[in-house]
């Protein structure tokens, strides 16, 4: 299969999950993929390390959670545990104009995110070397965003401490998980509803030429998160609500 061939693949693709890209967007993904190849080579980013695995298993992959948020476009953003960008860059790609904050601890990363960022002239976009449970207590960030993502970064009862208190009241959490969430899902439900939460919504999709579906796990932001949350580094994970 040649390049342009894969690229017009992945568009395909992409227009079968309903998030159709311009020829400019396609052209950024093939910088953004060139860019993780590259540095991948000097640094642990991910561990896919095919150039047709990155565009299903981290670009559609990512993609697809516009499913559920719909245009983002002058919407707010918060990407937490972003790992390489993983969902919000290429969401950012796709809806050019929304505000995306990236959240990545590990510096390294962020300097990988600060390079993708410059060439592809994105705008509005902020690179946060924090911890989520930091973030959540900072003025700036509390209760700021319409959206707050996470994929593969905890189990769901520590993961809505980290997402909750950052999303607006009325803004949404999305949470992609793997078929692990059935037993996820209902041990949440405590935690969800102490941090402000409404009843989570389980939403699927199956990338193109997979049989095993992704799924998203969808909270809206009902009520204010109470002020003692999150608590401080390490303990949502150590005593999950």
Same mark, same amino acid.
């Given at each position: 299969m040649t390049v342009?061939?894969?690229?017009?693949? +992945?568009?395909?693709?992409?227009?079968?999950l309903g998030v159709p890209l311009t020829p400019e967007q396609v052209a950024q993904f093939a910088i953004?993929?060139?860019?993780?190849?590259?540095?991948?080579?000097?640094?642990?980013?991910?561990?896919?390390?095919?150039p047709a695995e990155i565009r299903l298993r981290h670009f559609l992959d990512s993609l697809s959670c516009a499913r559920v948020t719909g245009d983002l476009n002058g919407r707010s953003l918060i990407d937490v545990g972003t790992g390489a960008g993983f969902p919000g860059l290429p969401l950012k790609i796709l809806f050019p104009h929304m505000r995306l904050t990236l959240v990545e601890s590990v510096a390294k990363k962020g300097q990988f995110l600060q390079a993708v960022v410059d060439a592809l002239a994105l705008e509005q976009v902020t690179i946060v070397a924090e911890r989520a449970e930091l973030l959540g207590q900072m003025p700036q960030h509390r209760q700021q965003y319409d959206w707050a993502t996470a994929r593969a970064v905890a189990e769901l009862r520590t993961l809505v401490e980290f997402l909750l208190p950052l999303c607006r009241v009325g803004g949404t959490v999305l949470a992609q998980k793997g078929e692990g969430v059935h037993e996820e899902l209902p041990n949440g439900q405590t935690a969800v509803r102490l941090l402000g939460g409404a009843q989570p919504e389980l939403a699927e999709v199956t990338l193109p030429?997979?049989?095993?579906?992704?799924? +998203?796990?969808?909270?809206?932001?009902?009520?204010?998160?109470?002020?003692?949350?999150?608590?401080?580094?390490?303990?949502?994970?150590?005593?999950?609500?």
């Open positions: 342009s061939t894969e690229w017009e693949q +992945f568009a395909a693709w992409a227009a079968s953004y993929q060139q860019l993780l190849l590259d540095w991948n080579a000097r640094m642990n980013l991910t561990a896919v390390r095919e030429g997979r049989e095993q579906p992704h799924y +998203f796990v969808i909270i809206k932001k009902v009520g204010e998160t109470p002020e003692k949350y999150p608590r401080r580094v390490g303990m949502p994970g150590k005593r999950p609500l």
